[in-house]
């Protein structure tokens, strides 16, 4: 077996996957006008909250991110516990 090192490559053969700022055809499958007009734009802030929700659910969608608490940040938490009166030390159990 032959390792990438002992391989000839013919980089003239090479062809680039983008040209005039869009993929190549045969990559791609060139939308049509009526595909166009019903495209939507998303934000990247959408495009990062949707790509969350496929790590739960593969098959979630745009429309799952206006569902109510899927955008809802973590409440923080403190690091340390402020010093409280309902604290105890452990000798209350005995």
């Not at 969608?61 to 340390?80: M, S």
């Amino acid at each position: 077996m032959q390792s990438s090192k002992d391989i000839v490559w013919d980089t003239t053969q090479w062809s680039p996957l983008i040209e005039d700022r869009s993929f190549l055809s045969w990559l791609v499958k060139i939308p049509t006008e009526q595909e166009q007009l019903r495209a939507r734009q998303i934000t990247f802030h959408q495009i990062n909250k949707l790509e969350e929700l496929w790590r739960e659910n593969s098959m979630a969608t745009l429309e799952d991110l206006e569902k109510p608490g899927v955008d809802d940040e973590p409440q923080p938490i403190l690091l340390r516990f402020r010093h409280s009166p309902f604290l105890f030390t452990g000798s209350e159990l005995s």
